[in-house]
């Protein structure tokens, strides 16, 4: 440190303001420098006489300002009073702790929208063996679809469910009864009987849906049937959705319809169950012979066996 | 009181200090510093009473000291007659000696001279509370102080802080 540097601190030193890096510096600097060190040594002898007293407080004072503070509160305006208390207000609002009471208090209520009304009736539902309420009526059996009226593609339209063994053994003994009824020629049975199993699902779906697309076609005739075979077609097995077609196709030279029914021919022509029989109908059906091949139809009872008639 | 030279204006401004902290409380922040804050409020109100001081200067802060000691002292005049021998006589002419300087010096000067000595704010703290650069503050302090010197610098308090 030179002189010019303790100029610069020396009232930081006397007053003691001075950090201990720099107060070694004053020390090692005024040990050899007397100007400074004279400097020094007298600005403090000049801070230590020139003290002065303290005044002391006047009786009365603080009586004065609690007075004088009053009086100024009194005749503040409303604004600023409200003013005021806002500012008071809202120096309580952005504590910590109080936003922290808030947010807990925002998520307990928010919680409460999430609560059920009456937690207990949980706990009182009993459902039957098909996972419907004991206390709703069962829409879903079965029986019930089954008892609905004209054609329904979206029956057949999703995945069919899987069946336990007692549905299935009892889905079998439905199809069974309902190939009799069709061979009886009992059709609107076999088509019901047919559909029961359809809408239980399992391996029978096909089949019986088949059988019912069969019935419907002998009992209400091709453009009924139509729709459900064309579900078939879409939605089934490979096995199941040729014979739709070909009973599809059967059913389009019924109506007429030479144009549809070749194009069904011929996408069953490289079918190995079907493919000969399709080839063979694809030449009876050509233009010129169209007329005498209409009056023609497959007997019914083969294809309503729920296999291939011939292959 | 030092700083108006009149004990009613003094308690008069302390009065108003006052009401301005109470008013401005929520300016307060946990982060400032009480003193610079307290005494900012002090500067802003003694200026314009300072400028109204010196149009009508009273007769100052000596008036308010206690009257110089009978004697002990040979003549009329103590300087003349040599250092007196009562202790409380010497305090006093000190006392007065130093009033009288603070008197002369400038109204920033004396303004950080009291706020160093009576009030004990550190320099950054002064600086603060009335809106001077710190090293202006070191400035007018030391220049303070040495002006102070010349007037105490014959005294034996003096000597004996030098020793």
């Known amino acids: 440190m030179d002189c010019e540097a303790f100029d610069k601190v020396v009232l930081d030193r006397i007053f003691s303001e001075l950090d201990d890096v720099s107060v070694g510096a004053v020390q090692r600097h005024v040990a050899h420098c007397s100007r400074c060190r004279q400097i020094e040594s007298s600005l403090r002898a000049t801070r230590d006489v020139g003290q002065l007293a303290v005044h002391e407080v006047p009786p009365g004072f603080l009586d004065s300002v609690v007075a004088l503070e009053r009086q100024a509160h009194a005749i503040l305006p409303f604004r600023q009073r409200l003013g005021r208390l806002v500012s008071v207000a809202a120096s309580y609002a952005m504590r910590p702790q109080h936003a922290m009471a808030v947010l807990a208090l925002l998520m307990i209520v928010g919680s409460l929208f999430l609560v059920r009304v009456r937690p207990d009736s949980r706990l009182l539902v009993q459902v039957t063996e098909r996972g419907v309420p004991e206390g709703e009526p069962e829409t879903a059996a079965p029986a019930a679809r089954a008892a609905s009226s004209g054609p329904d593609r979206d029956r057949y339209a999703g995945p069919e469910p899987k069946a336990t063994a007692g549905e299935a053994v009892a889905a079998t003994e439905l199809l069974a009864e309902a190939r009799r009824a069709y061979r009886d020629g009992r059709f609107a049975e076999a088509r019901d009987l047919a559909e029961r199993v359809t809408a239980g699902g399992g391996a029978e779906a096909s089949a019986a849906a088949l059988l019912s697309a069969e019935a419907t076609r002998f009992e209400s005739g091709c453009e009924a049937a139509l729709p459900r075979l064309a579900t078939i077609r879409t939605r089934s097995a490979k096995s199941a959705a040729e014979e739709a077609t070909w009973h599809s196709a059967e059913c389009q030279l019924e109506l007429g319809n030479h144009s549809e029914a070749r194009q069904l021919f011929d996408s069953l022509s490289q079918s190995a169950a079907w493919g000969s029989r399709a080839r063979e109908r694809l030449r009876s059906v050509e233009p010129p012979a169209a007329a005498t091949s209409e009056s023609n139809p497959a007997p019914p009872p083969a294809a309503a066996g729920g296999a291939p008639a011939s292959p | ?163």
């Open chain 2, 1 to 163: 009181m030092y700083l108006l030279s009149d004990k009613d204006r003094a308690v008069a401004l302390c009065q108003q200090v006052f009401l301005d902290v109470v008013s401005n409380a929520d300016s307060f922040h946990l982060e400032m510093q009480f003193r610079p804050w307290l005494y900012g409020f002090f500067h802003r109100r003694w200026l314009p009473l300072q400028a109204e001081a010196e149009v009508t200067p009273t007769d100052g802060p000596i008036a308010d000291v206690a009257p110089l000691s009978e004697e002990p002292r040979v003549g009329s005049d103590p300087s003349a007659a040599g250092p007196p021998s009562s202790r409380a006589y010497r305090s006093q002419l000190l006392a007065r000696r130093v009033l009288e300087r603070l008197q002369a010096l400038s109204t920033e000067g004396r303004e950080i001279l009291l706020l160093k000595l009576v009030a004990n704010l550190r320099l950054r703290e002064i600086a603060q509370a009335t809106g001077l650069q710190e090293d202006a503050v070191r400035s007018k302090l030391r220049h303070a102080l040495e002006r102070m010197q010349e007037a105490v610098s014959d005294t034996e308090e003096y000597a004996r802080a030098l020793r």
